[in-house]
């Protein structure tokens, strides 16, 4: 049974290429969509997700990080009331603007952070030191954007809102979901940049003692201050992920496109296994006047389609691994994790049995004394 | 001793009756067809074009519903059973041949033979071993590996009947199976059906057009028009029966 599945499938070898290829570009392109809506996902928030904060208190009603408005810093005291409280640091997150050193303006991410505690720190620091960044007007940036930002190497000169600035190191792989590249400061250094008044911050960032519920310090911490809000880790990250892909809408077009590539996929792979069927129609019947059930001829047919999207799976994936791979050098990274791997690999083998369910529903109805007729 | 009878007859047709659709586009295939193949025979179903032969042996194989009337094979009656049944009755009693040859052109000689076998419960090598056997036996020893597209229309024919063969049917029914074929390979085809009937004592029924095989048949039935017109006993055939074979049916006569 298994060789007669096979032997049919290779026996056509153009139809088997255009089902393999409707596969392969139904698997590429949904797990590249798939794999953009991932690197999008992270962009917007691995900065928050990666500051190894568990708290963030913020301006009330604020729809998502960069959205903050300066609050006085006397809640970073009413927070450490609680004895379940590590440690606290003011954080700024913000749009601003950026002079280049030929004096293009863009916009940017201003990072601000507490360099003593460093929750909200660059990582992957390729040039210079974190301790730069003491430094009055020293900031460090990402050198996939080093373009963008009209920098070439350390000690370049800038000017963020007016006042000046310098480049004093490079990450690497710190990824801005909008066209804003990601600019990390000392919180002295950004408070300058935007005039905010001493005593005031866009965020407090909370680090709990060790063993505490971050739910449980929440409640305690949203009880003691008035006028802002409490949030965990995955609540901010949530909320600035979905104001980024749905809010905006950025994520929902590359789902659709995703979804469009799987359809492709189930359109082209259940039409070519359906005219395979009804050209080897004669054959089937043949096998049912020889007394094969109904569900022989179903195994032949699913066995073709599941070895189909086996291939089809094996060549596409392939191909969105290595997208995947030469994204990652680039500002729009495709991320592939192990469970869009896999998840993928069980869709297409799913989509493309279903698809050889219209030629199931054929190959019941065929008459076996077909088998005579000329 | 009608028990006797009964084991004899391989199958047995009674007052079949076959309409195909119904109302004023009604076609009457069968008008009432009463049929007995024995053990041992060969039997030619012969009538002109559209007099319903093809229906007759459909029917008789299980792979088409009567409208009426009675088909027991091998004792057992298969008009109202439902696909499942039929399927079995099929698979347990019946090799088909076409005149198309209906073999999987994927698929070299062997694997076609093997397709049948792997139905009738055969696996592995077991499987492998019969396949080259009926092979060998239909005379193709030699084309083991070539596709159906390689081998002539004759040899094509033969691995079809080495397929029918698979599992070892007690009947095989057979439409045309010399039409598309040359009279050197429509020779060699009846001469190894009338092997399978002599030899292995099946019941083998042959629909034909071919005047140059009624010399194969053990008996020749003529239909016309849907009903039964004529039944011959070639003195030739006769001359090859087993004595029991006399005894069970009338002399040859005209119905
Ligand atoms: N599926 C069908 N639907 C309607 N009418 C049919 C069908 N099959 C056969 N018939 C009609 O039934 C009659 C008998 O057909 P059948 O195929 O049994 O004849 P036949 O003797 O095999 O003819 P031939 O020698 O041309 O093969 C014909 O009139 C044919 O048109
Ligand atoms: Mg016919």
Not at chain 1, 96 to 119: E, I, Q, S, Y
Not at chain 1, 211 to 222: A, H
Not at chain 1, 276 to 282: E, F, L, M, S
Not at chain 1, 342 to 350: A, K, N, P, Q, R
């Amino acid at each position: 049974m298994a060789s007669l599945a096979l032997k049919n499938l290779f026996h056509d070898k153009i139809r088997l290429t255009v089902t393999l290829v409707g596969i392969v570009f139904s698997v590429v392109l949904s797990s590249i969509q798939l794999g953009l809506f991932v690197g999008f996902q992270r962009a917007t928030s691995d900065i928050l997700y990666f500051s190894n904060a568990d708290l963030w208190i913020a301006s009330k009603n604020v729809t998502h990080a960069e959205d903050g408005v300066p609050f006085s810093e006397r809640k970073l005291y009413q927070a450490l009331a609680s004895p379940r409280v590590e440690r606290i640091e003011k954080q700024i997150f913000q749009f601003t603007t950026w002079k280049k050193p030929d004096g293009a303006d863009t916009g940017v991410l201003l990072v601000g952070f507490d360099l003593a505690g460093g929750m909200g720190a660059p990582w992957n620091i390729t040039e210079g030191r974190i301790e730069d960044l003491n430094q009055p007007d020293a900031v460090m940036i990402e050198e996939l954007y080093k373009d963008k930002l009209g920098v070439s190497r350390i000690g370049e000169t800038v000017e963020i809102r007016g006042h000046r600035a310098k480049v004093v190191g490079f990450t690497r792989g710190i990824r801005s979901f909008t066209t804003s590249p990601p600019v990390f400061t000392s919180f002295k250094n950004a408070q300058n940049f935007f005039g905010l008044r001493e005593d005031q911050t866009l965020f407090l960032v909370v680090k709990a003692k060790p063993g505490v519920d971050p739910e449980s310090l929440k409640s305690e911490l949203q009880s003691l201050m008035t006028d802002v809000d409490v949030y965990t880790r995955a609540e901010w990250t949530s909320k600035q992920r979905n104001y980024w892909m749905f809010g905006t809408g950025a994520g929902i077009t590359v789902l659709i496109a995703a979804f469009l590539g799987l359809l492709v996929g189930v359109v082209v792979v259940a039409q070519t296994i359906y005219s395979a069927t009804v050209d080897h129609i004669r054959e089937y019947g043949t096998l049912k006047a020889m007394g094969a059930s109904n569900f022989y001829l179903y195994r032949v047919i699913v066995t073709q389609a599941f070895l189909s999207g086996l291939i089809g799976y094996a060549v596409g994936m392939s191909v969105a691994l290595l997208v995947s791979r030469i994204s990652l050098e680039g500002t729009t990274a495709i991320i592939l994790p192990k469970e869009l791997v896999v998840g993928l690999f069980f869709l297409t083998i799913l989509m493309c049995v279903g698809a050889s369910v219209v030629s199931i529903n054929k190959v019941t109805r065929i008459d076996p004394a077909m088998v005579f007729k000329g | 001793m009608p028990d006797r009878e009964r084991i004899m007859k391989s199958i047995e047709v009674k007052n079949l009756v076959k309409t195909y659709g119904a109302a004023e586009t009604a076609v009457h295939a069968l008008k009432g067809v009463d049929l007995d193949v024995f053990e041992g025979e060969l039997q030619l179903l012969v009538g002109a074009s559209g007099s319903g032969k093809t229906t007759l042996v459909s029917i008789m194989g299980g792979i088409l519903s009567a409208t009426s009337g009675s088909c027991r094979i091998r004792g057992a009656e298969t008009i109202g059973l439902g696909q499942k049944q039929l399927q079995k009755i099929r698979l347990d009693n019946i090799g088909f041949i076409f005149q198309g040859f209906n073999l999987f052109p994927a698929l070299t000689a062997r694997e076609n033979v093997e397709v049948a076998l792997d139905l009738k419960g055969f696996r592995g090598a077991e499987m492998r071993r019969r396949a080259g056997a009926l092979l060998e036996r239909v005379g193709l020893g030699a084309k083991l590996d070539a596709y159906p597209a390689d081998l002539s229309g004759g040899q094509k024919q033969r691995v079809a009947i080495a397929r029918a063969l698979a599992g070892e049917p007690r009947i095989i029914l057979a439409d045309e199976p010399t039409a598309a074929l040359d009279s050197f390979s429509g020779k060699l085809i009846m001469d190894l059906l009338q092997e399978l009937a002599r030899e292995k004592n099946r019941a083998v029924v042959v629909v034909t057009h071919d005047n140059r095989i009624f010399d194969y048949a053990d008996r020749i039935v003529r239909i016309d028009d849907g009903r039964i017109s004529e039944r011959i006993m070639p003195e030739k055939g006769m001359a090859h029966h087993h004595g029991m074979m006399h005894t069970t049916f009338e002399p040859a006569a005209a119905v």
